[in-house]
């Protein structure tokens, strides 16, 4: 099904999504190196039973990004959860990929009545609990080849280095579009997230079935770590799929899917 990309201005600034389909609400949040256009493969799948909603964090795609230097994942949420309460969401099912995983136990916590499942796909979980030497060093190393490069041929060189080696070529050349564009600024201010967040310390609030999704090639989120946080959560269970990078949904949609789907459909305790 073709979504359709909308926007509206939320608190005076623009926040932008794309939007499919009809019936329970499924809200993808994207990482990093990603926007809502890192969904588009999900929309065909889900937006047959699902109202699929699938949004630009602010200063990517279409939304205005935030005034703050170093903002955090809870400063996300916010803007997040005004989208929702704009769309009249009051019950989801929430996928979180990536630095998206730690905006969806931000928003958890301001809202924990709003997930009905949950799906950490490739989940970090921050520098917060590091010493301030090591978060500085984090900070460097994820902007440096950025101001050497600059986004276009960092994007070229960042996405085959995390994805699986199994990753069909279009599939690289998809993750390297999407994260060729994203501006910098943007970027910078999700790696603060990344230096300042603690996913774990949100996990508590995520007390609804909870997926965690490994991959077994995965350089940036490895499987110890997915473990450590599916055996954190309340009600938390953890699949690993051997070959697959850090970019499930783009890398194998139809996994995802088959992945995905039953998880959601499960209504059991």
């Known amino acids: 099904m073709r979504e359709a990309a909308r926007s509206a201005t939320i608190d005076g600034r623009t926040v932008a999504w794309r939007e499919a389909g009809d019936g329970p609400a499924l809200v993808l949040v ?40 170093r903002p955090t994942a809870d400063r996300y949420a916010g803007v997040l959860l005004g989208l929702l309460d704009r769309l009249d969401i009051e019950r989801a099912d929430l996928i979180g990929h990536s630095i998206g995983a730690m905006m969806v136990g931000a928003l958890c916590r301001r809202r924990q009545a709003l997930a009905r499942h949950v799906v950490l796909v490739h989940p970090i979980d921050g520098g917060g609990r590091l010493p301030d030497a090591e978060r500085a060093t984090l900070r460097v190393g994820r902007t440096r080849d950025i101001d050497a490069l600059g986004m276009a041929a960092f994007a070229a060189a960042r996405a085959p280095s995390i994805l699986g080696k199994a990753a069909a070529p279009d599939a690289v050349a998809t993750v390297v579009r999407i994260m060729a564009a994203i501006p910098a600024p943007a970027y910078r201010q999700l790696v603060e997230v990344i230096v300042a967040g603690d996913l774990l310390a949100d996990l508590p609030a995520i007390a609804v079935p909870a997926l965690v999704i490994a991959g077994g090639d995965d350089p940036v989120a490895p499987v110890a770590l997915c473990r450590s946080i599916a055996a954190a959560l309340p009600a938390g269970r953890l699949t690993v799929l051997d070959g697959i990078g850090h970019y499930l949904p783009l890398e194998d949609p139809a996994r995802f899917d088959a992945t995905v789907a039953p998880f959601l459909a499960d209504t059991g305790p």
């Open 30 to 69: 994207h990482g990093i190196g990603g926007s809502a256009q890192s969904w588009a493969p999900q929309f065909e799948r889900f937006a047959a039973a699902h109202r699929v909603i699938a949004w630009d964090a602010p200063g990517y795609g279409g939304s205005e990004p935030l005034p703050d230097a």
